[in-house]
């Protein structure tokens, strides 16, 4: 009997340790495939939140095609997961390896969740204006020329500016008298054309409309190509800009210097220094250049500017060749600010701000187009109209105004 009890206690112990042994698997096993499980959740809950981001991102670039992505992770509505969007440019490297082509963006939207799980989501997409299309030599609600001022035209897509052609336009949706002010000798080398119920002067050269009831005057000393009202209002989409100014302040000076896309906050240039610009998008609060500077853009662009308050251009600085198309340069001013060029300087772009005021001044030249809620030429400044856009798409690259379409080229999931 005691040889019996000696044996089965040693199996009772053993049987007892082989349950414990048994059920501390199960529990493991049970534990690894919860936390398998949960992994799994918690990547798919990354891989929505890319997803999500990817969607709003196309969605946000049917607004504005200017939209730049976020510059910091963004919570999915309450969280915990979040995403962040990015926005290569045509030329920039997709993460397959492959290259964005010329006249597309890929869209690239990182989701995250709790426990470090991540996932990409990205679009190749075409953009395609449905806004308005065309910008004049000048527009404006209100337009002065005065002290030897000059526009005159020109078609970059046929070669540099050589002798001028009379096809210098200015636009206004203003009816009011003296909307447009010619004075002091100052001519204008093509037509006019004003608010859908404007008052029309009869004559274009010759005596004086001053003080009249005519929403252009000129002085004896002045004339211009013709006049003439238009049928509807010119659509001119408000700027908006894509992303807010940053923190970061940028002085330049001697010597070459380069500036990447993104945002700040004051950006300035001088001391005969050169700065060169790629393409993409600048969002600050001010950019002054003065000094000489000579800026160029490099690449097939274009380099969007947008400017929150005050860009200013002086002592003989030059921004952009002359030989080049305007709207590889795109200067787009928000709601209230204000533009200053003077002192002999030259600029090749688009300054578009239809509710900003623009002034040009003391032998100063824009090659391109000039819109403004109030835009002001005086001491013998020019502007030189690029014909080239007449098919500029306002509701595309340059504001964020416009409609556009978004085409999905093809998608991917990482």
Sequence with gaps: MRKRQAFILPLAVLLCFLMLLIAFVLQDQSRRQLRFASLQVRAEQAANAADAGLALALQQLSSNPAYMGTSAAQPLAEGPETYSISILQAGAGMPDGQTVPSGCLFVLASGSSLGNARARSGALVKVGSSGSKGL???????????????????????????????????????????????????????????????????????????NSAYTVWRDWSTSYGSSSLQS???????????????????????????????????????????????????????????????????????????????????????????????SLLQINMAEGSSYDQQGGTQLT????????????????????????????LQGASWVHYDE????????????????????VLFRQRW
Excluded at 272 to 301: C, D, H, R, W
Excluded at 311 to 323: D, I, M, T
Excluded at 354 to 365: E, K, M, V
Excluded at 393 to 398: A, E, M
Aim: proline share 6%; net charge positive; no cysteine.
């Design 232 to 326: 509807t209002p010119k659509d001119m989409p408000a700027v908006k800009l894509p992303a807010a100014v940053g923190k970061t302040s940028v002085s330049m000076g001697w010597g070459s210097n380069n500036l990447a896309p993104g945002s700040y906050d004051q950006v300035s240039i001088g001391n005969a220094g050169t700065l060169t610009l790629k393409p993409g998008v600048y969002v600050m609060n001010s950019f002054s250049i003065g000094g000489g500077a000579n800026i160029q853009v490099s690449g097939e662009g274009p380099v969007q500017i947008y400017v929150a308050k005050s860009f200013s251009l002086n002592n003989g600085a030059v921004v952009s060749k002359s030989s080049v198309s305007a």
């Design 349 to 376: 772009g688009i300054v578009y701000g239809p509710a900003a005021t623009l002034r040009l001044s003391n032998g100063s030249t824009v090659f391109g187009s000039m819109s403004g809620s109030s835009v002001r």
């Design 388 to 407: 080239s856009l007449s098919e500029f798409s306002l509701g595309g690259s340059s504001t964020s105004g416009g409609s556009s379409s978004v085409t």
């Design 136 to 210: 004049p030599g000048i527009y404006g609600a209100s337009v002065r020329l005065s002290g030897g001022s000059f526009i005159d035209s020109y078609n970059s897509a046929k070669g540099p500016y050589l002798v001028g052609n009379k096809n210098g336009t200015i636009l206004t949706n203003a009816t009011a008298a003296g909307s447009v002010v010619l004075e002091g000798a100052s001519q204008v080398y093509g037509p006019i054309s004003i608010g859908p119920k404007g008052s029309l002067d009869p004559n274009s050269s010759g005596g004086t409309t001053m």
